[in-house]
């Protein structure tokens, strides 16, 4: 990890070294969270639009209550992913501002 040398003038270094890790733990969980926003994206779609074709127009209840459990999960993993961008986008904030300050 380079460490500006400013901040290191400062006496700073824990606190970005503290904010560098964090970063680098939402990221990872941005990834994490990405992938499993996907999958229930891959499964919304494969209940709505495959299954559809056997089916017709007529919906029986039971593919109707699978769609709405699949969309359920999509839009849940679509919130966790706005959630972990925000978090992430805070802390690069403050990256960015301990990196300026100093």
Do not use: W
């Amino acid at each position: 990890m380079n460490i500006p040398l400013r901040i290191v003038e400062e006496e700073k270094t824990d606190e970005y070294v503290r904010l560098q890790n964090r970063r680098d733990y939402f990221k990872e969980k941005h990834d994490e969270a990405l992938e499993a926003a996907r999958k229930a994206s891959r499964t919304l779609y494969s209940v709505t639009v495959r299954r559809q074709h056997s089916y017709g127009d007529l919906l029986p209840n039971g593919f109707v209550i699978e769609i709405s459990n699949a969309a359920k999960k999509c839009l849940s993993a679509n919130r966790k992913v706005e959630h972990v961008e925000a978090i992430l986008f805070v802390v690069e904030n403050d990256i960015k501002r301990l990196e300026e300050c100093v």
